[in-house]
């Protein structure tokens, strides 16, 4: 990817919610101008959510999630609605289509309304209604909102919805700062980037690129380097740098050869902080101490990658554990939407920076965690724990 594209993470979460053939494909395709969603008379066209990253004027870069109906039917029907109900976790903002009774519309706004996330109420197909007027009372009557009348299929009352969802942005979307106040412009910063397995030949990985983009958007100076290359890099600058941010994995050997006067901190103690709860997952890295041989450990990935040999996640982190614990320490492994709902089984999780999800999606774990009091914390500061230089570092 360029440093240009924005990553689906970073991008506004639109959720389509309704009832089969009730015009949520058609609404992304009159939203966006484009044909970008398959649409059909035939209800049930939508099988499994969609997701079309799009820009649009005034909102910026986005991501619609296309749903099935939430009506479907039979073995495979109920199967859909799960994965509907699993999309809930990554919206920042809600289209429910309004249907002819309600009943589910409603137990819907109930769902929605306890993940506290905005909805846009759609009155659609406004041009084959017989009595739009009457409609619109008997929703606002059972919801206490006014729906928005629009015919996606004529591309009427668009602007109104592009202006609702305006409305509807959280007030603090886009506004995290991935390295937050730790440097200002003009502040030399060293990336420390070992290009190992993980690292796709002739690329960056996402982390990277991101945190890179954001030292140039605030005109630092930046210096990268690959970790064998660190006491030469070192000593060809003519100052300490003000900042040097590592690949986790390596903390330790660049802790111990970096400057006195320079903060040190991680690709993923930064993604900590801003995709998730920082104080929290410092809180829960002391958890790892109590653990004995009898524990169970749960690692999470985002990313649905096939395992590699030193896998961060799967093999560096699980040894380290066993290092500090000793044999026996059972540790479950998942990747991408598989996250279990009941944590109860497990004494700590220690979840990967989630740079491929939205904060949304990685806040609703961390809730999910909280409820059921399991301590949850990232690969960086487990990391950084473990090596014994937690409180030495940059969060």
Same mark, same amino acid.
């Given at each position: 990817?360029?440093?240009?594209?924005?990553?689906?993470?970073?991008?506004?979460?639109?959720?389509?919610?309704?009832?089969?053939?009730?015009?949520?494909?058609?609404?992304?395709?009159?939203?966006?101008?484009?044909?970008?969603?398959?649409?059909?008379?035939?209800?049930?066209?939508?099988?499994?959510?969609?997701?079309?990253?799009?820009?649009?004027?005034?909102?910026?870069?986005?991501?619609?999630?296309? #749903?099935?109906?939430?009506?479907?039917?039979?073995?495979?029907?109920?199967?859909?609605?799960?994965?509907?109900?699993?999309?809930?976790?990554?919206?920042?903002?809600?289209?429910?289509?309004?249907?002819?009774?309600?009943?589910?519309?409603?137990?819907?706004?109930?769902?929605?309304?306890?993940?506290?996330?905005?909805?846009?109420?759609?009155?659609?197909?406004?041009?084959?209604?017989?009595?739009?007027?009457?409609?619109?009372?008997?929703?606002?009557?059972?919801?206490?909102?006014?729906?928005?009348?629009?015919?996606?299929?004529?591309?009427?009352?668009?602007?109104?919805?592009?202006?609702?969802?305006?409305?509807?942005?959280?007030?603090?979307?886009?506004?995290?700062?991935? #390295?937050?106040?730790?440097?200002?412009?003009?502040?030399?910063?060293?990336?420390?980037?070992?290009?190992?397995?993980?690292?796709?030949?002739?690329?960056?990985?996402?982390?990277?690129?991101?945190?890179?983009?954001?030292?140039?958007?605030?005109?630092?100076?930046?210096?990268?380097?690959?970790?064998?290359?660190?006491?030469?890099?070192?000593?060809?600058?003519?100052?300490?740098?003000?900042?040097?941010? #590592?690949?986790?994995?390596?903390?330790?050997?660049?802790?111990?050869?970096?400057?006195?006067?320079?903060?040190?901190?991680?690709?993923?103690?930064?993604?900590?902080?801003?995709?998730?709860?920082?104080?929290?997952?410092?809180?829960?890295?002391?958890?790892?101490?109590?653990?004995?041989?009898?524990?169970?450990?749960?690692?999470?990935?985002?990313?649905?990658?096939?395992?590699?040999?030193?896998?961060?996640?799967?093999?560096?982190?699980?040894?380290?554990?066993?290092?500090?614990?000793?044999?026996?320490?059972?540790?479950?492994?998942?990747?991408?939407?598989?996250?279990?709902?009941?944590?109860?089984?497990?004494?700590?999780?220690?979840?990967?920076?989630?740079?491929?999800?939205?904060?949304?999606?990685?806040?609703?774990?961390?809730?999910?965690?909280?409820?059921?009091?399991?301590?949850?914390?990232?690969?960086?500061?487990?990391?950084?724990?473990?090596?014994?230089?937690?409180?030495?570092?940059?969060?």
């Amino acid at each position: 990817m360029s440093l240009n594209d924005t990553p689906y993470s970073n991008r506004l979460h639109i959720l389509l919610l309704g009832r089969r053939n009730c015009g949520k494909s058609s609404m992304i395709n009159a939203l966006t101008g484009q044909d970008v969603a398959l649409v059909s008379d035939v209800a049930g066209t939508t099988t499994d959510p969609v997701m079309k990253s799009m820009e649009i004027h005034g909102i910026g870069p986005c991501l619609f999630i296309d #749903t099935p109906g939430f009506d479907d039917e039979g073995t495979l029907g109920i199967q859909r609605v799960k994965r509907t109900e699993k999309a809930l976790e990554k919206a920042d903002i809600a289209l429910l289509f309004c249907g002819e009774d309600m009943q589910q519309e409603l137990q819907w706004m109930k769902r929605l309304e306890a993940k506290k996330i905005p909805i846009i109420l759609l009155l659609n197909k406004a041009d084959i209604l017989s009595d739009v007027h009457k409609a619109v009372m008997n929703i606002k009557e059972l919801c206490c909102v006014k729906p928005l009348v629009v015919s996606a299929k004529q591309k009427r009352g668009m602007e109104e919805v592009r202006q609702a969802i305006i409305e509807k942005m959280p007030e603090d979307f886009g506004s995290q700062i991935i #390295t937050q106040n730790l440097v200002g412009e003009g502040d030399l910063v060293l990336l420390v980037m070992p290009q190992d397995i993980q690292a796709p030949k002739g690329r960056l990985i996402l982390p990277q690129v991101q945190t890179m983009r954001e030292l140039l958007d605030k005109k630092c100076l930046v210096m990268c380097c690959t970790t064998d290359k660190l006491d030469s890099t070192l000593k060809a600058l003519s100052s300490a740098p003000n900042l040097i941010i #590592t690949d986790s994995q390596v903390f330790k050997t660049v802790y111990e050869r970096k400057p006195v006067e320079s903060k040190l901190t991680s690709f993923s103690v930064l993604f900590a902080a801003y995709k998730g709860d920082i104080d929290y997952f410092v809180k829960s890295a002391a958890t790892i101490g109590q653990l004995t041989s009898k524990s169970r450990v749960l690692i999470a990935e985002a990313c649905t990658h096939a395992p590699l040999n030193e896998d961060i996640g799967r093999v560096k982190i699980p040894r380290l554990l066993a290092e500090k614990i000793g044999d026996g320490l059972h540790i479950d492994i998942t990747a991408g939407s598989d996250f279990p709902e009941d944590l109860s089984k497990y004494d700590l999780v220690i979840h990967c920076g989630a740079c491929m999800f939205n904060r949304k999606f990685m806040l609703s774990r961390l809730q999910q965690a909280r409820r059921q009091h399991i301590p949850m914390t990232n690969y960086g500061i487990a990391l950084a724990w473990l090596n014994g230089i937690l409180d030495k570092i940059e969060l």
